[in-house]
């Protein structure tokens, strides 16, 4: 109870009993005189507003139409559950990040730093490449990063196969992999041990100018060409193919009738480095929830009555 009162940030009223904790949920029992009932407390979301005290009761009102219930207690027994805009985080461990990458890796610069400054909940325990000399992988590397090469070529033999990469992962117990400009197709052995985990960053409003081929200067060339008035990055969680995978997030960006296609690249990169990181920062506080019909939305962290 001591370790369970340490983690929630306060202590633990003396009747209350701790029955069970999940990734996703906590499951407490309130014996008060009045009641004994069951709340079952999604840290996936900040779901406890406010305490309303009656004479010996207090209502409790999620935020969520899916976890709605009743506590009776006290305002006084109740009021170490009462969530803060800081609730979520401290209920939600660090998660710890995989990225993926085959250049620069500015983006994964972006999500380092943001994870350093404290704006994202979790911590890039490895950087996987297809390229081990790329400026992402010496940048890892500078930063006590831990660097494996995927996947095996003629021109890098040591490399790990799909399988090998797989169990090297769960190694680093891995929560989420994270694309920043990887632009081999992720193997199905990925995809099928990480579902809902794989999230990747491209730099059209997808689906358009998406797909095996549209990366770098290639789609903001296409854009142009297109006669398209807007563009933009798009995060999406990772699928089978190229640039299919439900979309999460996306940033508008207008495309100027005298814009070269490195002018265009380069507005559209800045976004990227804010859209991705508010997206990662989303992902590891549980802040993204799944529609009914399978589309992810972000639930925001001062409203989780709003989703976008």
């Not at 207090?58 to 139409?65: H, T």
């Not at 998406?210 to 995060?235: E, M, Q």
Request: proline fraction near 5%; aromatic fraction near 8%; charge should be positive.
């Amino acid at each position: 109870m001591e370790a369970l009162g340490s983690m929630i940030g306060t202590s633990l009223p003396s009747h209350t009993k701790f029955i069970s904790m999940s990734p996703n949920c906590l499951t407490i029992r309130l014996a008060s005189r009045d009641a004994l009932s069951h709340c079952k407390v999604p840290y996936r979301r900040q779901v406890l507003t406010k305490a309303f005290s009656g004479s010996e009761v207090v209502l409790l009102k999620a935020r969520s139409k899916t976890w709605g219930f009743e506590c009776r207690c006290s305002a006084q027994e109740m009021e170490s559950y009462v969530a803060t805009d800081n609730t979520s985080r401290s209920l939600t461990q660090r998660k710890r990040l995989a990225v993926f990458v085959s250049g620069g890796g500015s983006n994964f610069k972006a999500i380092h730093e943001a994870a350093k400054e404290g704006l994202v909940h979790g911590d890039i325990m490895v950087l996987v490449t297809d390229k081990p000399g790329c400026g992402g992988a010496e940048y890892a590397r500078d930063n006590q990063i831990p660097v494996i090469v995927f996947p095996r070529s003629m021109s890098s033999p040591d490399a790990v196969s799909a399988a090998e990469l797989v169990a090297t992962l769960r190694n680093f117990e891995v929560d989420f992999l994270l694309l920043a400009g990887f632009l081999k197709l992720i193997p199905i052995e990925l995809v099928q041990a990480f579902p809902r985990s794989i999230l990747n960053i491209h730099p059209s409003l997808l689906p358009a100018f998406g797909g095996k081929g549209f990366y770098g200067l290639k789609v903001h060339k296409a854009v142009i060409a297109s006669g398209a008035r807007y563009c933009g990055p798009t995060v999406h969680f990772v699928d089978e193919r190229y640039d299919t995978g439900r979309i999460v997030a996306q940033r508008v960006v207008p495309v100027l009738a005298d814009d070269t296609a490195e002018q265009l690249a380069a507005r559209v990169l800045h976004q990227e480095h804010q859209l991705y990181v508010e997206v990662v920062s989303a992902l590891c506080e549980d802040r993204i929830v799944w529609r009914e019909d399978g589309v992810p939305l972000i639930c925001s962290r001062e409203n989780p009555n709003k989703l976008y």
